[in-house]
Protein backbone atom coordinates (compact mmCIF):
# COMPACT_ATOMS: atom_id res chain seq x y z
CA UNK A 1 0.00 0.00 0.00
CA UNK A 2 1.44 3.42 -1.14
CA UNK A 3 1.25 5.96 1.59
CA UNK A 4 1.07 9.91 1.29
CA UNK A 5 2.29 11.72 4.75
CA UNK A 6 1.98 15.42 5.44
CA UNK A 7 4.75 16.83 7.42
CA UNK A 8 5.21 20.42 9.35
CA UNK A 9 9.10 21.44 9.08
CA UNK A 10 10.92 20.03 12.69
CA UNK A 11 9.87 23.51 14.38
CA UNK A 12 6.36 23.23 13.70
CA UNK A 13 6.40 26.49 11.35
CA UNK A 14 8.49 28.83 14.16
CA UNK A 15 11.10 29.60 11.56
CA UNK A 16 9.47 32.21 8.96
CA UNK A 17 10.36 33.37 5.04
CA UNK A 18 11.75 36.63 6.44
CA UNK A 19 15.14 38.54 6.44
CA UNK A 20 16.02 38.26 10.19
CA UNK A 21 16.86 35.20 12.51
CA UNK A 22 14.88 36.34 15.52
CA UNK A 23 13.03 33.23 15.20
CA UNK A 24 15.89 31.41 15.07
CA UNK A 25 16.88 33.30 18.20
CA UNK A 26 14.00 32.52 20.21
CA UNK A 27 12.99 29.51 18.67
CA UNK A 28 11.31 26.83 21.55
CA UNK A 29 12.93 23.62 21.26
CA UNK A 30 10.82 21.82 23.85
CA UNK A 31 8.03 21.85 20.80
CA UNK A 32 10.12 19.79 18.58
CA UNK A 33 10.59 17.81 16.22
CA UNK A 34 7.03 17.80 15.01
CA UNK A 35 6.32 14.54 13.48
CA UNK A 36 3.52 12.25 11.92
CA UNK A 37 2.65 9.22 12.80
CA UNK A 38 3.20 6.78 14.89
CA UNK A 39 1.54 4.70 11.77
CA UNK A 40 0.89 1.08 12.57
CA UNK A 41 1.82 -1.16 9.96
CA UNK A 42 -0.84 -4.81 10.19
CA UNK A 43 1.06 -7.92 10.67
CA UNK A 44 4.29 -6.41 12.49
CA UNK A 45 5.24 -8.26 15.44
CA UNK A 46 8.10 -7.88 17.54
CA UNK A 47 11.32 -9.42 16.12
CA UNK A 48 10.16 -8.91 12.66
CA UNK A 49 11.96 -6.10 9.77
CA UNK A 50 9.91 -3.16 8.69
CA UNK A 51 10.29 -2.53 5.22
CA UNK A 52 10.15 1.41 3.95
CA UNK A 53 10.54 1.77 0.54
CA UNK A 54 10.98 5.93 0.08
CA UNK A 55 9.27 6.58 -3.50
CA UNK A 56 9.27 10.48 -3.21
CA UNK A 57 9.94 13.73 -1.06
CA UNK A 58 8.51 17.23 -2.14
CA UNK A 59 7.88 20.16 -0.79
CA UNK A 60 4.20 21.76 -0.30
CA UNK A 61 3.29 22.84 -3.68
CA UNK A 62 2.33 26.14 -1.72
CA UNK A 63 5.33 26.21 0.79
CA UNK A 64 8.49 25.85 -2.40
CA UNK A 65 11.26 27.36 0.04
CA UNK A 66 13.43 26.12 3.19
CA UNK A 67 15.52 27.21 5.70
CA UNK A 68 18.67 26.54 7.06
CA UNK A 69 19.58 28.11 10.71
CA UNK A 70 22.44 28.84 12.55
CA UNK A 71 21.16 28.71 16.31
CA UNK A 72 22.29 30.65 19.46
CA UNK A 73 25.08 28.67 21.81
CA UNK A 74 22.66 28.95 24.94
CA UNK A 75 19.62 27.51 22.72
CA UNK A 76 20.67 24.57 20.28
CA UNK A 77 24.41 25.49 19.71
CA UNK A 78 26.08 23.35 16.94
CA UNK A 79 29.39 22.01 15.54
CA UNK A 80 31.06 25.25 16.21
CA UNK A 81 28.98 26.99 18.99
CA UNK A 82 31.61 27.05 21.36
CA UNK A 83 34.06 28.14 18.50
CA UNK A 84 32.07 31.02 17.08
CA UNK A 85 30.27 31.59 20.22
CA UNK A 86 27.14 31.17 17.82
CA UNK A 87 24.62 34.07 17.20
CA UNK A 88 20.98 33.27 15.41
CA UNK A 89 21.54 33.54 11.72
CA UNK A 90 19.90 31.92 8.71
CA UNK A 91 19.15 31.53 4.95
CA UNK A 92 16.06 31.36 3.46
CA UNK A 93 15.99 29.01 0.39
CA UNK A 94 13.84 28.96 -2.93
CA UNK A 95 13.34 25.35 -3.80
CA UNK A 96 12.22 25.38 -8.06
CA UNK A 97 11.74 21.54 -8.63
CA UNK A 98 15.23 20.08 -8.00
CA UNK A 99 17.64 22.79 -7.02
CA UNK A 100 18.10 25.36 -4.73
CA UNK A 101 19.30 29.24 -4.29
CA UNK A 102 19.00 31.89 -1.64
CA UNK A 103 18.90 35.43 -1.68
CA UNK A 104 20.93 35.10 1.61
CA UNK A 105 23.71 33.34 0.35
CA UNK A 106 24.00 34.58 -3.37
CA UNK A 107 26.26 33.10 -5.95
CA UNK A 108 25.27 29.51 -5.87
CA UNK A 109 22.42 27.04 -6.70
CA UNK A 110 22.80 23.18 -6.57
CA UNK A 111 20.30 20.17 -6.96
CA UNK A 112 18.89 19.25 -4.02
CA UNK A 113 18.54 15.41 -2.44
CA UNK A 114 15.50 15.24 -0.75
CA UNK A 115 14.83 12.94 2.20
CA UNK A 116 13.04 12.34 5.54
CA UNK A 117 15.99 13.64 8.39
CA UNK A 118 13.92 11.54 11.05
CA UNK A 119 12.15 8.23 10.26
CA UNK A 120 11.94 5.10 12.79
CA UNK A 121 9.39 2.86 14.67
CA UNK A 122 8.79 3.15 18.40
CA UNK A 123 10.99 1.75 20.75
CA UNK A 124 9.57 -1.31 23.35
CA UNK A 125 8.89 -0.17 27.24
CA UNK A 126 12.10 -1.64 28.07
CA UNK A 127 14.30 0.14 25.36
CA UNK A 128 12.92 3.43 26.15
CA UNK A 129 14.12 2.90 29.67
CA UNK A 130 17.41 1.59 28.51
CA UNK A 131 17.77 4.95 26.22
CA UNK A 132 16.72 7.38 29.50
CA UNK A 133 18.75 4.98 31.79
CA UNK A 134 22.38 5.64 29.70
CA UNK A 135 21.33 9.13 28.20
CA UNK A 136 20.64 10.34 31.91
CA UNK A 137 23.73 9.23 33.29
CA UNK A 138 25.57 10.87 30.56
CA UNK A 139 24.07 14.23 30.97
CA UNK A 140 24.74 13.40 35.01
CA UNK A 141 28.65 13.35 34.54
CA UNK A 142 28.16 16.20 31.97
CA UNK A 143 25.87 18.79 34.42
CA UNK A 144 27.33 21.88 33.00
CA UNK A 145 27.91 21.31 29.95
CA UNK A 146 27.18 24.10 26.76
CA UNK A 147 25.69 23.00 24.78
CA UNK A 148 24.08 19.85 26.58
CA UNK A 149 25.83 16.48 26.10
CA UNK A 150 22.24 15.30 26.04
CA UNK A 151 18.52 15.71 26.70
CA UNK A 152 16.26 14.19 28.76
CA UNK A 153 12.61 13.57 29.10
CA UNK A 154 10.65 16.77 28.95
CA UNK A 155 7.15 17.16 29.96
CA UNK A 156 7.12 21.25 28.45
CA UNK A 157 5.99 21.00 24.78
CA UNK A 158 5.31 17.22 24.43
CA UNK A 159 2.60 16.40 22.09
CA UNK A 160 1.14 13.07 21.71
CA UNK A 161 -1.45 13.92 19.19
CA UNK A 162 -3.78 11.26 20.55
CA UNK A 163 -6.69 11.13 22.57
CA UNK A 164 -5.49 8.89 25.73
CA UNK A 165 -6.49 8.60 29.33
CA UNK A 166 -4.78 11.47 31.08
CA UNK A 167 -2.81 9.41 33.34
CA UNK A 168 -1.28 7.71 30.43
CA UNK A 169 -0.28 11.09 28.26
CA UNK A 170 1.33 12.12 31.81
CA UNK A 171 3.09 8.84 31.72
CA UNK A 172 4.52 9.21 28.10
CA UNK A 173 5.49 13.28 28.60
CA UNK A 174 7.25 12.14 31.48
CA UNK A 175 9.23 9.09 30.08
CA UNK A 176 9.05 9.86 26.28
CA UNK A 177 12.75 10.04 24.92
CA UNK A 178 13.62 13.72 23.28
CA UNK A 179 13.98 12.92 19.45
CA UNK A 180 17.18 14.84 19.04
CA UNK A 181 19.32 12.00 18.55
CA UNK A 182 18.73 9.07 16.44
CA UNK A 183 18.98 5.67 18.29
CA UNK A 184 18.83 1.73 17.41
CA UNK A 185 14.93 2.37 16.21
CA UNK A 186 16.42 4.63 13.47
CA UNK A 187 15.35 8.43 14.29
CA UNK A 188 16.82 11.37 13.67
CA UNK A 189 20.19 10.03 11.80
CA UNK A 190 20.04 13.29 8.74
CA UNK A 191 21.14 10.33 6.12
CA UNK A 192 21.03 12.77 3.32
CA UNK A 193 20.88 9.74 0.51
CA UNK A 194 17.48 8.17 1.95
CA UNK A 195 16.00 9.84 -0.63
CA UNK A 196 12.95 8.47 -3.42
CA UNK A 197 14.16 5.18 -4.83
CA UNK A 198 16.22 3.93 -1.24
CA UNK A 199 15.06 1.14 1.09
CA UNK A 200 15.15 1.01 4.80
CA UNK A 201 14.94 -1.96 7.06
CA UNK A 202 13.68 -1.48 10.52
CA UNK A 203 13.61 -3.35 13.38
CA UNK A 204 10.29 -3.83 15.02
CA UNK A 205 9.85 -3.65 19.00
CA UNK A 206 6.37 -3.29 19.80
CA UNK A 207 2.96 -4.94 18.24
CA UNK A 208 2.38 -3.00 14.47
CA UNK A 209 6.24 -1.38 14.98
CA UNK A 210 4.45 2.35 14.87
CA UNK A 211 6.47 4.07 11.62
CA UNK A 212 6.76 8.18 12.67
CA UNK A 213 8.54 10.21 9.97
CA UNK A 214 9.20 14.08 10.12
CA UNK A 215 12.07 16.64 9.93
CA UNK A 216 12.06 17.13 6.00
CA UNK A 217 14.66 18.25 3.97
CA UNK A 218 15.11 19.52 1.06
CA UNK A 219 19.54 19.44 0.96
CA UNK A 220 22.28 19.06 2.80
CA UNK A 221 25.54 17.94 3.22
CA UNK A 222 27.01 14.78 4.81
CA UNK A 223 26.91 16.05 8.14
CA UNK A 224 23.95 17.80 8.25
CA UNK A 225 24.15 19.20 12.03
CA UNK A 226 27.17 21.67 11.34
CA UNK A 227 24.76 24.30 12.26
CA UNK A 228 22.17 22.13 14.32
CA UNK A 229 19.60 23.30 11.94
CA UNK A 230 21.95 22.67 9.32
CA UNK A 231 19.85 20.69 6.63
CA UNK A 232 17.51 22.77 4.01
CA UNK A 233 14.68 22.17 6.33
CA UNK A 234 11.39 22.32 4.36
CA UNK A 235 6.95 21.05 5.37
CA UNK A 236 6.27 18.63 2.61
CA UNK A 237 4.90 15.42 1.63
CA UNK A 238 7.04 11.98 1.99
CA UNK A 239 5.48 8.87 0.12
CA UNK A 240 6.53 5.31 1.17
CA UNK A 241 5.20 2.10 0.95
CA UNK A 242 5.95 -1.19 3.50
CA UNK A 243 6.26 -4.77 3.82
CA UNK A 244 7.79 -7.17 6.78
CA UNK A 245 9.26 -9.55 6.70
CA UNK A 246 8.99 -11.59 9.50
CA UNK A 247 11.91 -12.81 12.03
CA UNK A 248 14.38 -10.46 10.45
CA UNK A 249 16.07 -9.04 12.94
CA UNK A 250 17.57 -12.69 13.97
CA UNK A 251 17.85 -13.48 10.29
CA UNK A 252 19.89 -10.40 9.54
CA UNK A 253 21.37 -9.69 12.94
CA UNK A 254 19.86 -6.61 13.14
CA UNK A 255 20.85 -4.26 16.21
CA UNK A 256 19.86 -0.58 14.23
CA UNK A 257 18.72 -0.12 10.84
CA UNK A 258 20.07 -0.77 7.36
CA UNK A 259 19.91 0.92 4.00
CA UNK A 260 19.85 1.03 0.48
CA UNK A 261 20.50 4.41 -0.02
CA UNK A 262 18.77 6.04 -3.63
CA UNK A 263 20.11 5.79 -6.84
CA UNK A 264 19.37 9.38 -7.31
CA UNK A 265 22.35 11.69 -6.47
CA UNK A 266 23.48 15.07 -7.99
CA UNK A 267 26.21 14.87 -10.86
CA UNK A 268 28.84 17.11 -9.69
CA UNK A 269 32.02 15.55 -11.27
CA UNK A 270 34.19 17.82 -9.62
CA UNK A 271 35.47 18.69 -6.24
CA UNK A 272 37.43 21.06 -4.21
CA UNK A 273 38.80 18.70 -0.93
CA UNK A 274 39.41 20.25 2.26
CA UNK A 275 41.69 18.06 4.64
CA UNK A 276 41.72 17.95 8.72
CA UNK A 277 43.46 16.32 10.88
CA UNK A 278 43.21 15.58 14.78
CA UNK A 279 43.99 19.16 15.78
CA UNK A 280 41.95 22.00 17.21
CA UNK A 281 41.42 25.36 16.63
CA UNK A 282 43.78 26.03 19.68
CA UNK A 283 46.43 23.92 18.33
CA UNK A 284 45.83 20.74 20.75
CA UNK A 285 46.51 17.82 19.79
CA UNK A 286 43.96 14.67 19.68
CA UNK A 287 44.39 11.12 19.59
CA UNK A 288 42.64 9.64 16.36
CA UNK A 289 39.70 11.69 17.14
CA UNK A 290 37.41 12.18 13.89
CA UNK A 291 35.58 14.28 15.27
CA UNK A 292 38.62 16.87 15.79
CA UNK A 293 39.42 15.84 12.40
CA UNK A 294 35.83 16.76 10.70
CA UNK A 295 35.76 20.34 12.59
CA UNK A 296 39.15 20.82 11.08
CA UNK A 297 38.45 20.19 7.67
CA UNK A 298 35.10 22.32 8.07
CA UNK A 299 36.94 25.58 9.44
CA UNK A 300 39.33 25.06 6.83
CA UNK A 301 36.59 25.12 4.16
CA UNK A 302 34.88 28.37 5.89
CA UNK A 303 38.35 29.92 5.52
CA UNK A 304 38.65 29.07 2.04
CA UNK A 305 34.85 30.33 1.47
CA UNK A 306 35.46 34.11 3.03
CA UNK A 307 38.87 34.65 0.65
CA UNK A 308 35.96 34.17 -2.05
CA UNK A 309 34.00 37.03 -0.11
CA UNK A 310 31.51 34.68 1.78
CA UNK A 311 30.59 36.05 5.17
CA UNK A 312 31.74 33.52 8.21
CA UNK A 313 28.25 32.71 8.76
CA UNK A 314 27.40 32.50 4.94
CA UNK A 315 29.93 29.80 4.37
CA UNK A 316 28.93 28.00 7.44
CA UNK A 317 25.04 27.74 6.32
CA UNK A 318 26.43 26.62 2.95
CA UNK A 319 28.64 24.31 3.78
CA UNK A 320 25.55 22.42 6.08
CA UNK A 321 22.87 22.71 3.03
CA UNK A 322 24.69 22.20 -0.03
CA UNK A 323 25.67 18.29 -0.91
CA UNK A 324 28.59 18.22 0.81
CA UNK A 325 30.48 14.78 0.32
CA UNK A 326 32.51 14.28 4.08
CA UNK A 327 34.85 10.58 4.32
CA UNK A 328 37.23 9.44 6.67
CA UNK A 329 40.56 9.09 4.78
CA UNK A 330 42.60 7.42 7.63
CA UNK A 331 42.09 6.28 11.32
CA UNK A 332 45.43 4.07 11.59
CA UNK A 333 48.24 7.00 11.44
CA UNK A 334 48.53 7.83 15.27
CA UNK A 335 48.13 10.15 16.40
CA UNK A 336 45.41 12.12 13.25
CA UNK A 337 42.67 11.13 11.77
CA UNK A 338 42.40 12.23 8.83
CA UNK A 339 38.94 13.46 7.60
CA UNK A 340 38.24 15.06 3.95
CA UNK A 341 35.18 17.93 3.10
CA UNK A 342 34.46 17.94 -0.52
CA UNK A 343 32.22 21.06 -2.33
CA UNK A 344 31.27 20.65 -5.34
CA UNK A 345 32.84 23.34 -7.54
CA UNK A 346 29.69 22.98 -9.70
CA UNK A 347 27.21 24.59 -7.29
CA UNK A 348 28.87 28.24 -7.51
CA UNK A 349 28.13 30.94 -10.31
CA UNK A 350 32.06 31.72 -10.16
CA UNK A 351 35.16 29.75 -10.57
CA UNK A 352 36.59 29.11 -7.24
CA UNK A 353 39.50 27.02 -8.04
CA UNK A 354 43.02 28.06 -6.91
CA UNK A 355 44.80 30.49 -9.19
CA UNK A 356 48.54 31.29 -8.85
CA UNK A 357 47.08 35.08 -8.96
CA UNK A 358 44.70 34.43 -6.01
CA UNK A 359 41.12 33.93 -5.51
CA UNK A 360 38.53 36.95 -6.73
CA UNK A 361 37.07 38.39 -3.57
CA UNK A 362 32.91 39.26 -4.21
CA UNK A 363 30.81 41.25 -2.04
CA UNK A 364 27.71 38.59 -1.37
CA UNK A 365 26.60 40.39 1.46
CA UNK A 366 25.01 38.92 4.46
CA UNK A 367 22.71 36.17 5.50
CA UNK A 368 19.51 37.00 7.93
CA UNK A 369 21.18 38.29 11.16
CA UNK A 370 19.16 39.09 14.69
CA UNK A 371 17.41 42.06 14.26
CA UNK A 372 19.86 44.20 16.68
CA UNK A 373 22.67 43.28 14.51
CA UNK A 374 24.93 40.44 16.83
CA UNK A 375 26.44 38.30 15.21
Not at 7 to 30: E, F, H, P, R, Y
Not at 107 to 128: D, K, M, Q
Not at 244 to 268: A, N, R, T, W
Request: one cysteine or more; proline letters at 7%; charged letters at 20%.
Amino acid sequence: MIIDVDNQDWTGGQIGNNDNSDDVKNIDLTKVHNLSGPIAVEGAEPGDCLVVDILDVTPFEKMPWGFTGIFELENGGGLFAREFRSRACKAIWDLNGVYASSRHIPGVRFAGVSHPGLIGTAPSPELLATWNERECGLIAAHATSVPPVAFPPEPIGAWVGQDLPNQTLEKIKKEGARTIPGREHGGNCDIKNLSKGSRCYFPVFVKGANLSVGDLHFSQGDVRTMSFCGAIEMAGIITFNTSIIKGGVEKFGLKQPIFLPSPVDPMYSQKLVFEGLSVDINGKQYYMDATVAYKQAALNAIAYLQKLGYTREQAYLLLSAAPIESHVGAIVDSPNACVTLAIPTGIFEHDILPKPEGLTKVNYGQCAIRSDGLL
